[in-house]
Structures are given as C-alpha cells and as structure tokens.
C-alpha cells in the first residue's frame, strides 16, 4: 500500500473537484461517470502521476465532451457534495491501492457510494475504505495482485 501523499491529495482532489464540476453537464450524473470511465483523461489519471496533467478541471471536462459529445441524455444528478466525495474517494483508493479506477467501479459501483455518502463522507478516508470492503464482503486482498496465485497454491499445498 502507497502512502497518501502531496501528489495523492493533489490527484483526490482534482479528481473531486472534475466530478463536483460534472454536475453542471446536461447529462446525469451516471453518463457523466461512464463516460469518465471510459475516457482518454481517465488513462493519464491513472497513471498517479499529477505531473502528467494540466489539473485544470475546466479542461478535463472540456476533454471528456469533446471525446464522447454533448448529451443530454439522463435527469439524476447527484449533488456536488456527494459527486466531490466520490471522485475523492476513488482516486485516494487507486492511489493507496495502486489499481485502476475501472477497477474499484466495479468493485465499488459509484451508486452504492452515492448512497453511502451521508454517513460516510465525514470519517477518515481508510475508515471508508474498510468499511465499503465489508459492505461488499470483501477483505483488503482483494487489492493484492497476487491473490488468486497464492490461493491456488494455497489449495495445491492442501492435497
């Protein structure tokens, strides 16, 4: 596990800030959020690296609508509040855990963490982060990227 350090609080919050500001698209919250997903800002973002981004959130949307177009399509939006939270939590789970954003969404579907976000967005961000892995049913292993070789062997060693 990384430390969260300046380069990870500089990633958790322009990732928080880009997905509060995605609030202001004709689109739901929803399309906003797999479009990310799918994104060529997504892939540098990835990389944890804030020097390979300008930081500017103006220009991160302007790149995801100039990617996959204007669309009106959904109503849901989630608040800014709850959109900052997500995109926080995301990137400070990628960053500490070294793993994709594509990833924890599907470990981690960002409907659940709009429902969590009331009782969740005030603790400290690991208190988050292990109690979504239990909500889940899931245990700090399923970070490691070793796991399943090592419950092969685990159950190789049995016979």
């Known amino acids: 596990m990384r430390k969260f350090d300046h380069n990870g609080l500089l990633l958790a919050e322009y990732q928080g800030k880009l997905f509060e500001n995605s609030s202001d698209l004709n689109c739901s919250s929803g399309i ?7 994104s060529n800002l997504l ?5 944890n690296n804030p020097s390979a ?25 989630y608040s800014k509040n709850a959109l900052f ?15 994709s ?4 969404f599907k470990i ?4 659940q963490l709009n429902e969590v ?9 690991e208190w988050c982060v292990r109690n979504l892995l ?12 070793n796991y399943r070789l090592k419950e092969i062997i685990r159950k190789k060693e049995h016979y």
């Not at 981004?53 to 991160?60: A, F, R, V, Y």
């Not at 981690?108 to 409907?111: R, T, V």
């Open 43 to 47: 892939v540098k973002l990835d990389t």
């Open 134 to 145: 239990e909500l889940n049913r899931l245990t700090e292993s399923v970070f490691d990227n």
């Open 108 to 111: 981690f579907d960002y409907k």
């Open 53 to 77: 981004l300008s930081l500017d959130t103006n220009e991160g949307i302007k790149s995801i609508v100039e990617q996959f177009g204007d669309s009106d399509y959904g109503k849901l939006k």
């Open 32 to 38: 906003f959020l797999r479009r990310f997903l799918h």
């Open 117 to 125: 976000y009331f009782s969740f967005h005030t603790q400290d961000p």
């Open 101 to 104: 954003t594509r990833f924890l």
């Open 85 to 99: 939270w997500i995109g926080y939590m995301y990137r400070y789970i990628s960053y500490t855990r070294e793993k």
